[in-house]
């Protein structure tokens, strides 16, 4: 067989030089004025998305943002379901829209609540930590919750005594193992687009641009783990790359969190992770999100995301435990 050229995938800085809107972005921005409603963006986003967003970020910055929404009447939320679904967790008083409902997760999916209750009845004494990529049925089931950006945080304050059970992500979980020496047992879930990134081709990359750091997500697997210089949350990349004296970066998570990184900071180049057989790689839920279908959500006022209440009030516990563990 001969050897793969996948060509790398480069990523310049914009130094502010943004095309002009369209005529849908317009649209959208003068929609989110008339319905006062905040729009909420996730870093894996399309460009023409997270230009017109009131807040760009990760799942625990975009926690945040949805809990502090009080003046907004409306939360408008692009990433995927469980995502608005916690938007509407924490501010249940407001309506939340998530422009695509089929938007879901490969890791939300791969940890359905009945099977984490029957995991919990055959193991009372489990104490469940639940990265909050699962569906809002699974976090009620839990004890805290965590996002990739304070993982480490959060299971370093779970008391010594209780033996962790880490839903559903295998990956984030040996990972948070190793961080805090605690014993872990791992729900055997994964991200399907995280684990495609290429250990092979992710040398040849440090080959093609030796001096550029090595930025991973904690979905990856522990091949690549092990090639990073950091391995941390989309909006560490950010920070680490704001703050490092290097030019150059290889950025192993989904592709479009290079648009973010170009659009924020300049004078610096982006390399995206490369898995076996592209040069990107990128979430296809994420991806069903589109600018049209953004518009037309907030012109129509749907699909919103409803719950039910004690559903709600179950799922808030432990998610309201981790966004006060999380500022400790
Ligand atoms: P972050 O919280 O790091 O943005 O990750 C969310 C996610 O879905 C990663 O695949
Ligand atoms: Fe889920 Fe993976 Fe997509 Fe993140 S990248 S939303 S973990 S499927």
Request: proline share 5%; with cysteine.
């Amino acid at each position: 067989m001969s050897e793969s050229s996948i060509q790398l995938k480069v990523f310049e800085s914009a130094n502010g030089n943004l095309p002009p809107l369209t005529p849908v972005q317009e649209e959208i921005l003068r929609l989110k004025k008339e319905r006062k409603a905040v729009l909420l963006v996730h870093n894996y986003q399309c460009a023409e998305i997270q230009r017109v967003a009131d807040f760009v970020g990760d799942s625990l910055g975009l926690s945040y943002q949805a809990e502090a929404a009080k003046d907004a009447e409306i939360i408008v939320f692009c990433g995927v379901h469980f995502m608005a679904e916690t938007a509407k967790i924490v501010n249940p008083s407001k309506k939340v829209l998530l422009p695509v409902m089929e938007a879901g997760c490969s890791l939300a999916d791969s940890c359905p609540a009945e099977e984490l209750a029957a995991y919990k009845a055959a193991h009372p004494e489990v104490y469940v930590v639940a990265y909050i990529n699962c569906s809002a049925e699974v976090k009620a089931l839990a004890d805290v919750i965590c996002t990739s950006g304070n993982a480490k945080k959060i299971v370093d304050q779970v008391p010594a005594d209780k033996e962790i059970l880490f839903v559903p992500d295998q990956n984030l979980g040996s990972w948070v193992a190793d961080q805090t020496g605690r014993k872990i047992s791992l729900w055997p879930g994964s991200c399907y687009a995280h684990v495609l990134f290429s250990v092979k081709e992710i040398e040849k990359a440090k080959k093609a641009f030796p001096k550029a750091p090595v930025l991973v997500h904690p979905e990856c697997v522990a091949g690549v783990r092990a090639l990073a210089d950091i391995v941390c949350s989309t909006e560490k990349m950010v920070d680490y790359c704001k703050n490092s004296s290097a030019d150059t970066f290889i950025i192993i998570t989904e592709t479009n969190m290079l648009e973010r990184l170009r659009n924020e900071i300049p004078n610096k180049k982006f390399v995206a992770g490369p898995t076996a057989v592209c040069a990107c790689n990128e979430c296809k839920f994420m991806k069903m999100n589109t600018a049209e279908k953004l518009r037309d959500c907030l012109r129509d006022m749907t699909p919103e995301i409803t719950m039910d209440e004690d559903l709600r009030s179950r799922a808030y516990i432990p998610l309201k435990r981790m966004l006060e563990w999380s500022k400790r």
